[in-house]
């Protein structure tokens, strides 16, 4: 084993983690404030795909795929709004108390409307849209061109997503209402409104994986099944409700897919991070950020 | 909107037949209480009177299950907590509801992120100056920058009743029990910011409160529940010498 190939899967690797981790962030920033899961969220990946595809194919042509993306993610969010306006929403109207099943049931009939909805509209085909860039380097390390790129729009993302959160009012209400519900309606501000907003930016950083992702995974009308996984994977391993913890094991399962398959054999890459999570699950059931539930 | 007949615009906050029921527990049982504007009022009882349960109702964390609450004439008892806090009615908790990890000064600032308030936020440079005016009132200004879970209990519950003062327009500010757990100085921070926003800003509040000696220096009113109902209202001297009240503290 030579080096080089070692330290282009360890690269590899870390370049599909952090983009896996931004499949679980979107999850769990939605967990932490509307707490709920969102079982769709591989939907919400796969329409950012077909609409990138669409847009670098028939509108944009394939050198303003960069265009392509940041609309997808605003398309996104405003379907997210939508979605949340009138088939999440009612679950908190009336008393404090919500009806947590609601979440669950509505989400995965979205699943199924959403993926049967593509293969109406587009058909069970897959499709390939251009390449975003052709392999580059990174010092001395080939790297696909289409990775890279999905790499540096994750990272730009990321930092976009850190700021708003960290420094706007926007951003102040987002995570009050993550630390305290209540304590946030009777400062004033409206509950709902913030949930709405948590759930559009959520699904929208999904779109933009699926979007990232497009040239790499392809478009289909399940493709999003695979992100959803993995996002559910990191979840276990980095702590459900903590953003660190999501970004940490997202490099970790990267990593551990892309080493398991250099040392060991390439056809079982799913089963190492199904490995990690079971042994993690094993010696750290809360996950690595993940805190303990306090029951009120 | 239904409107209070009695009202005669000194009177801030009305219930009227004020109900609420758990299953089988009465924990409010038909209160009627009229508050004036501008009055420090008490609230005292034993536990389990249902003392909480009507700051619950009048912010709008419980729904009535009966009964109405009007403010300023307004009936308020099916809006929304958010909605009561923009018409002005604010709150605090025993166990304080602050953001534990955001810092003191970012705690101040997140009721201005209401658009009921007309997005105060738009203004940022006044409203952080707000905030850290008021943080100096509370003698937390030396804190601002620390994140709210590493402060003491003590100066939690100030935090929490500081993030109140913000709210604008401010009318009436309910407190559970404020002095609970909060040693002497801060203690006496907490009475002395009582007693100016009632002075200089005329803000009307009910204090629920164990606290005789706080109640007697605060209060000029004091309502005494039992059961879910009001048994007495007068001065704490006055209360303190009616034979009901009496027997529900030693439980007769």
Known sequence: MDSLLLSQYLIAGLVIGIIYALMAIGITFIYSIMKMINWSMGEFYMMGSYLQYFLVVYILGPHLWFVGIPISMAVIFFVGLYIQRFLLKPMFVGEMERKDEYATVITIAMMVFFRNLAVVLAGPNQFAPPDYASPTYIGPLPVSGNRFVALVGTLLILGLFYLVVRNTWVGRALRGSAQNRVGIQTAGVNVLRVDQIAFGIGVSLAAAAGALLAPIFLVWPENGAVATMKGFEIIVIGGLGSIPGSLVAGLLLGLVESMGSVLISPSFKDVYGFGLVLFLLAIRPTGLFGERQRVA | ?252
């Open chain 2, 1 to 252: 909107m239904e409107t209070s007949l009695a009202d005669n615009g000194e009177r801030i906050l009305e219930t009227r037949d004020l109900t609420k029921t758990f299953g089988g527990l009465t924990a409010v049982n038909g209160l009627s209480l009229n508050i004036e504007r501008g009055e420090i009022r008490g609230i005292i009882g034993p536990n389990g009177s249902g003392k909480t349960t009507l700051i619950n109702l009048i912010s709008g964390i419980y729904r009535a299950s009966s009964g109405a609450i009007y403010l300023d004439g307004a009936r308020i008892d099916r809006l929304k907590p958010n909605v009561r806090t923009s018409m002005g009615i604010i709150r605090t908790f025993q166990i304080p509801k602050v953001f534990r990890n955001m810092t003191v000064l970012e705690n101040m600032l997140v009721p201005a992120f209401s658009d009921s308030q007309g997005d105060r936020y738009k203004y940022g440079r006044e409203v952080i100056q707000e905030a850290e005016d008021l943080l100096r009132f509370v003698q937390l200004y030396h804190m601002r920058d620390e994140l709210a879970k590493t402060l003491s209990g003590g100066q939690i519950m100030l935090l929490q009743i500081a993030r109140g003062f913000i709210v604008n327009p401010l009318k009436l500010y309910l407190m559970d029990e404020p002095f609970a757990g909060v040693n002497p100085q801060i203690k006496g921070v907490i009475m002395e910011s009582i007693k100016e926003m009632n002075r200089e800003k005329g803000v009307t509040f009910i204090i629920v409160s164990h606290e005789m000696p706080a109640i007697r220096r605060l209060c000029g009113r004091v309502s005494v529940m039992h059961e879910g109902r009001r048994i007495a209202e007068g001065s704490l001297e006055e209360v303190a010498n009616i034979p009901a009240v009496i027997d529900a503290y030693i439980g007769g």
